[in-house]
């Protein structure tokens, strides 16, 4: 069974320029999730996707982050304009009941 | 409100050593928690996880966490260090919806 993937793996980028993060969950995770790691702090959550509705998006940091899940499969997570501080890595992760998430291997990006 | 406090955020035993990662936890609901690990270059990776059950609770690895209620604690022990233990921890807590709450992470260095 294949895992959660992300892509791209590393992007480095302008500030003031566009980024579109994606995940591809575990097949048949209804359960998709966003994480952001900032400058070695902790994990924090963005937020939840239940199918194609967002359950929870109150990690959101601001309007420039625009996440998707159209048709309730993959997810983009869109940041524009980028700034300096949404250097990171962008975890995903998926599940299928309400406990264990698995996480795919992380976005790393840069914006200089 | 849910958080987790790693203490130390590098840890350096020998090979053969015993480790003993810090984990204590805040929680307004009975708690399931989490030990995730990070290798090099990898995505997060479930090590165990506590879920009301028994309050020892085995991973993998050889990696083993007890829960204990009355110090809001949830260690990561294992009794002998192998070279490749070296990685990332993470201790996490969830919410009754599906939020993770992480700590800020240990890195584990194994000596020779």
């Known amino acids: 069974e294949a895992g959660v993937t992300q892509f791209p793996s590393h992007s480095v980028i302008e500030k003031g320029q566009t980024v579109t993060l994606r995940c591809d969950p575990i097949?048949?995770?209804?359960?998709l999730y966003w994480y952001r790691r900032v400058m070695g702090k902790e994990i924090k959550f963005l937020l939840h996707?239940?199918?194609?509705?967002?359950?929870?998006e109150s990690g959101m940091p601001n309007n420039r982050f625009l996440a998707e899940r159209t048709g309730g499969t993959y997810s983009t997570l869109k940041v524009q304009p980028a700034e300096l501080e949404d250097s990171g890595v962008y975890f995903c992760?998926?599940?299928?009941?309400?406990?264990?998430?698995?996480f795919g291997p992380g976005t790393r990006l840069l914006v200089l | 409100a849910q958080s987790v406090t790693q203490l130390g955020s590098h840890v350096s035993v020998s090979e053969g050593a015993l480790v003993l990662l810090r984990c204590n936890y805040s929680?307004?609901?009975?708690?399931?928690l989490f030990w995730y690990v990070q290798y090099p270059n990898q995505g997060l990776q479930l090590l165990l996880k506590?879920?009301?059950?028994?309050?020892l609770v085995k991973g993998i690895n050889g990696f083993e966490a007890e829960f204990k209620k009355s110090e809001t604690s949830f260690h990561l022990t294992k009794p002998s260090a192998h070279m490749s233990d070296a990685a990332e921890y993470f201790c996490?807590?969830?919410?009754?919806?599906?939020?993770?709450?992480f700590g800020s992470g240990t890195k584990l260095n194994v000596k020779p």
């Open positions: 992760a998926s599940s299928h009941g309400a406990e264990t998430q698995y």
């Open positions: 097949s048949g995770h209804d359960n």
């Open positions: 996707f239940v199918k194609e509705s967002k359950q929870d």
């Open positions: 929680s307004s609901v009975p708690p399931y």
């Open positions: 506590y879920t009301s059950a028994a309050t």
């Open positions: 996490a807590v969830i919410s009754n919806f599906n939020k993770f709450y």
